[in-house]
C-alpha cells in the first residue's frame, strides 16, 4: 500500500502486510535514519499492536508524527480490507 502522509516531513509511506503482518515499510522523505529504523522496528510485527504501540505519538508541537502517520494507514488498509 502506498499512503500520501499529512503534516509530517516524509511524503508517503509504503509497506505490504502478509498475514496480518508488516512489512517492507518505507518512508518517503523525512529524517532518514529514525524512519529505517522505524521500519526495522515494526517489520513482522502485527499490524494492530502496531497501532497500538505507535497511534497517537506527536512531533513536537505537530499534532501527528511520522508514527502516528503509520498507524494511520495500517487503520485504513485495515478499514478497506473489510
Sequence with gaps: MIYKT???CS???MFDVIDNKLSNVRF???CNGNLQGIGRLVEGMDIDE???RIEGVHCGPKPTSCPD???RALKQY???QH
Design 78 to 80: 485495515k478499514a478497506q
Design 28 to 30: 518517503e522523505g523525512g
Design 69 to 71: 502517520q503509520l498507524a
Design 50 to 52: 502496531v497501532i497500538s
Design 11 to 13: 511524503s508517503a509511506i
Design 6 to 8: 499529512q503534516g509530517t
